[in-house]
């Protein structure tokens, strides 16, 4: 069992915030520390092509842009568009336009998504994305500003979390999860309850001026989680003192359950 690649509460508290950090372009998506998952993402590429690839028209050359600039990264053979682009890294890929004076999805390529889905993302601005996001007032614009600024020599980084009780990756909805959750037994909740990362990184195509935004997901059994020092501790401390607004709006509430089982089971030393 590997050690987790991040632990983001580890340092602080769950809470929306932007939270983006400066990051080197040779880091931008390399090293891929989750390339095992890159076969599985091909087989979405080739026998699912429509659910996770689309692009509007008129956005082809940003497009080639940002495929380049991954392919460069990844050292990979050049390619044209998202949908080859995203066979060689594990992130997945979202281009981002400004249209009618809104930071727009114009092209994706989504094998891990978070519970949201290409078909809901094309043609979305930032104010719709994030329309669900209990965050404030203004906090799309927020977003939305950094876009506008973003250099295009240094991209920016963040990371979000949550739990969900399987290692799937391909999760357009949270509804199978959060059912599964509710019924299954608890007495492999630290194998069955996993932590779900998401690496998000912002970079300004210098061309275009459009931005690619890459999402990679780390996904851990709490097993491998809490064996890291002051992981558990850290965990349950961010888990219970959470706001209400961010549980709800993360689900948190249907994996109770099963969170609490594998802190005891944990605790037992198991
Ligand atoms: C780098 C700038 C961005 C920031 C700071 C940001 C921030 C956030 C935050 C705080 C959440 C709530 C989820 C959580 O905390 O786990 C969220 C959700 C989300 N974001 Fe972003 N986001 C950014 C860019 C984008 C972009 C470019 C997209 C385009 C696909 C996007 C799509 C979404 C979606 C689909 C959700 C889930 C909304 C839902 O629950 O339906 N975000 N974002």
Known sequence: MRAPPHLPFMDRPAAFTIGLKPLALSAWLVPD?????????????????????????????AEEEAAALVAKAACGPPCACLAEAARLVSDDLVLMELRDGAWTATAAALCSPTYFSVAEALGSSLAVLHGPVPAGEGFAD???????MIRADEP????????QPTDERFTPSSAPLKLMAVSCPVDDAL????????RQTIRRLPKAGAVLFTIRVSL???RAVFSQTGAREAFARAWTE????LRFYKGWPSYERLVRAALDLSEDGC
């Open 33 to 61: 520390w989750e390339a095992a998952a890159l076969p599985e993402k091909a087989g979405l590429l080739d026998r699912r092509r429509d659910e996770v690839y689309a692009a509007l028209p008129g956005g082809a050359e």
């Open 142 to 148: 927020r977003i939305a500003r950094v876009f506008s």
């Open 156 to 163: 920016l980084e963040r990371f979000n979390w949550t739990v």
């Open 191 to 198: 194998d069955r309850m996993h932590l779900r990362v998401e």
């Open 220 to 222: 851990d059994p709490f």
């Open 242 to 245: 959470a706001p209400q607004a």
